[in-house]
């Protein structure tokens, strides 16, 4: 828990400006490598603990991430702190404009138990790099990674820089928010619990980056590569056992190419994770219990076409795939966020956009097409936070475009340039020489309307 004196000394530190200076920031971030790179092994053996991840994936999802979205901010740090120059209209000529980066202050960030380590310490890339102090709040549901990423921070970073707080969310972090004014809070998880997050930080007029959730569709088209479809679903749907924000929900598949991607899906999952899943280096666990008794209420939802062996002492859910699910049945309302696959035949666009349209503004929308005409559709068709053509979610692992949702899926966004971004505020300066200063600006204004309205136009 974080008493308001340890924020209130975040505040003081910050106040002091000590975080302010480039070569601060950069020796900061240089710190946070040295001491991810330092507890490598310490993470991959966490990630296993808390969701059976190999150290391969977690590197592809996590460290690795991480230390990509590292290496951008040092190579481009010095670029981004930069004031830019600004035009000057010609109401204001002479002078002259431009825009700082400020940092904001003390600013939140709230992970989820899902890429624990990523989505905690990416954001935090973007919020020392803009020069903030930080609080940073882990989930509670992936204690072994929680327990090295507090070595990591705190083996570096004093408190008052970077303070590590754990336990109960739904305790500590209203605790923080109604009692501190925090600079910006950064908050991923449910869109059930970002809307708290929202209504406490309204109350103090706290701005928020919400990075939320929601049912991601894929579209697979009649004139799809089914073959190079198959491969890319099955690796972004059953990567880490499912539980991934940007993984593709459910399928609207074209009529005429489902039975067919049915058959290569299967073939697929067979040659990714063999017979026995279970057993599988490339296959991950179910987080706990409670995620395991919501995914498996699903299972009875439709057809089982593929999968539905589970284990609950091993937390174990076999890839699966369903058909005929009807779109009033719980797994089609909420978030799978599991190793479940609906299949949704559609012929027309209007029946396939309708079951969209069920959630929309989803976080993530992926097309499987040969043809430019239905991508653009689509893309027009379905406001998305992003999108992937013939591809699913690895748009996210892109640090040179921005990251996050939009309307129920969330709202702001970050990665690369877009994370410092978001932790800086832009502020306007326009200085004005002393040597012009022409009557025509001041009273009496009478006769100058003419004149006004040449200058501003
Ligand atoms: P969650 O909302 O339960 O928890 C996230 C964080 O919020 C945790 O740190 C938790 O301690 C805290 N929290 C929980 N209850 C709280 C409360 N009442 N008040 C304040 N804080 C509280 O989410 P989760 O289960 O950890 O993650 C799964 C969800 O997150 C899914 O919906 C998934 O799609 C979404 N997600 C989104 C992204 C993204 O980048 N958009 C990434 C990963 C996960």
Same mark, same amino acid.
């Given at each position: 828990?974080?008493?308001?004196?340890?924020?209130?000394?975040?505040?003081?530190?910050?106040?002091? /400006?000590?975080?302010?200076?480039?070569?601060?920031?950069?020796?900061?971030?240089?710190?946070?490598?040295?001491?991810?790179?330092?507890?490598?092994?310490?993470?991959?053996?966490?990630?296993?603990?808390?969701?059976?991840?190999?150290?391969?994936?977690?590197?592809?999802?996590?460290? /690795?991430?991480?230390?990509?979205?590292?290496?951008?901010?040092?190579?481009?740090?010095?670029?981004?702190?930069?004031?830019?120059?600004?035009?000057?209209?010609?109401?204001?000529?002479?002078?002259?404009?431009?825009?700082?980066?400020?940092?904001?202050?003390?600013?939140?960030?709230?992970?989820?138990?899902?890429?624990?380590?990523?989505?905690?310490?990416?954001?935090?890339?973007?919020?020392?790099?803009?020069?903030?102090?930080?609080?940073?709040?882990?989930?509670?549901?992936?204690?072994?990674?929680?327990?090295?990423?507090?070595?990591?921070?705190?083996?570096?970073?004093?408190?008052?820089?970077?303070?590590?707080?754990? /336990?109960?969310?739904?305790?500590?972090?209203?605790?923080?928010?109604?009692?501190?004014?925090?600079?910006?809070?950064?908050?991923?998880?449910?869109?059930?619990?970002?809307?708290?997050?929202?209504?406490?930080?309204?109350?103090?007029?706290?701005?928020?980056?919400?990075?939320?959730?929601?049912?991601?569709?894929?579209?697979?088209?009649?004139?799809?590569?089914?073959?190079?479809?198959?491969?890319?679903?099955?690796?972004?749907?059953?990567?880490?056992?499912?539980?991934?924000?940007?993984?593709?929900?459910?399928?609207?598949?074209?009529?005429?190419?489902?039975?067919?991607?049915?058959?290569?899906?299967?073939?697929?999952?067979?040659?990714?994770?063999?017979?026995?899943?279970?057993?599988?280096?490339?296959?991950?666990?179910?987080?706990?219990?409670?995620?395991?008794?919501?995914?498996?209420?699903?299972?009875?939802?439709?057809?089982?076409?593929?999968?539905?062996?589970?284990?609950?002492?091993?937390?174990?859910?076999?890839?699966?795939?369903?058909?005929?699910?009807?779109?009033?049945?719980?797994?089609?309302?909420?978030?799978?966020?599991?190793?479940?696959?609906?299949?949704?035949?559609?012929?027309?666009?209007?029946?396939?956009?309708?079951?969209?349209?069920?959630?929309?503004?989803?976080?993530?929308?992926?097309?499987?097409?040969?043809?430019?005409?239905?991508?653009?559709?689509?893309?027009?068709?379905?406001?998305?936070?992003?999108?992937?053509?013939?591809?699913?979610?690895?748009?996210?692992?892109?640090?040179?475009?921005?990251?996050?949702?939009?309307?129920?899926?969330?709202?702001?966004?970050?990665?690369?340039?877009?994370?410092?971004?978001?932790?800086?505020?832009?502020?306007?300066?326009?200085?004005?020489?002393?040597?012009?200063?022409?009557?025509?600006?001041?009273?009496?204004?009478?006769?100058?309307?003419?004149?006004?309205?040449?200058?501003?136009?």
């Amino acid at each position: 828990m974080a008493d308001i004196t340890s924020l209130e000394k975040l505040q003081r530190y910050f106040n002091s /400006g000590a975080t302010q200076s480039y070569s601060f920031r950069r020796e900061q971030l240089k710190n946070l490598k040295a001491s991810v790179l330092n507890h490598e092994h310490d993470l991959y053996d966490a990630l296993y603990s808390d969701l059976k991840k190999s150290p391969e994936e977690s590197w592809v999802t996590e460290t /690795g991430m991480v230390i990509a979205e590292l290496n951008a901010a040092l190579k481009n740090l010095r670029n981004w702190m930069a004031p830019e120059q600004a035009g000057t209209n010609l109401l204001n000529l002479p002078s002259g404009s431009k825009i700082l980066k400020e940092p904001l202050g003390v600013v939140l960030i709230v992970g989820p138990w899902n890429y624990p380590f990523q989505l905690l310490i990416n954001p935090l890339i973007g919020a020392m790099a803009a020069g903030n102090c930080i609080v940073l709040k882990p989930s509670e549901f992936a204690p072994a990674t929680d327990a090295v990423m507090k070595k990591i921070i705190e083996d570096v970073f004093s408190k008052e820089y970077i303070l590590y707080i754990q /336990g109960d969310g739904a305790t500590v972090i209203p605790e923080m928010m109604n009692n501190f004014t925090f600079g910006h809070v950064f908050y991923t998880g449910s869109t059930t619990v970002g809307k708290i997050i929202y209504k406490m930080a309204a109350e103090r007029l706290v701005p928020v980056t919400l990075e939320l959730g929601g049912k991601s569709p894929c579209i697979v088209e009649s004139d799809a590569n089914i073959k190079v479809a198959a491969r890319r679903i099955a690796m972004t749907k059953f990567s880490n056992a499912g539980q991934m924000c940007v993984a593709p929900d459910y399928l609207l598949v074209h009529a005429s190419v489902k039975d067919k991607l049915i058959t290569a899906l299967k073939e697929t999952i067979q040659k990714f994770f063999s017979d026995k899943p279970e057993e599988s280096y490339n296959y991950g666990k179910i987080i706990n219990e409670r995620q395991f008794n919501r995914i498996t209420g699903y299972l009875s939802n439709g057809t089982i076409v593929h999968g539905g062996r589970t284990n609950k002492e091993k937390l174990f859910i076999e890839p699966t795939i369903i058909t005929n699910v009807s779109s009033d049945a719980p797994v089609m309302k909420d978030e799978i966020f599991g190793p479940l696959l609906p299949i949704i035949p559609f012929t027309t666009t209007e029946e396939a956009k309708a079951v969209i349209d069920r959630h929309p503004n989803p976080l993530s929308l992926y097309i499987y097409t040969s043809s430019n005409k239905k991508e653009n559709e689509w893309l027009k068709a379905v406001p998305a936070g992003g999108s992937c053509v013939n591809n699913s979610s690895w748009h996210l692992t892109n640090h040179h475009l921005p990251f996050g949702g939009r309307g129920f899926s969330g709202m702001g966004c970050y990665h690369g340039k877009y994370s410092f971004e978001t932790f800086s505020h832009k502020r306007a300066v326009m200085k004005t020489p002393t040597w012009f200063d022409p009557d025509i600006k001041y009273p009496p204004f009478k006769g100058k309307l003419k004149l006004f309205k040449w200058v501003i136009r």
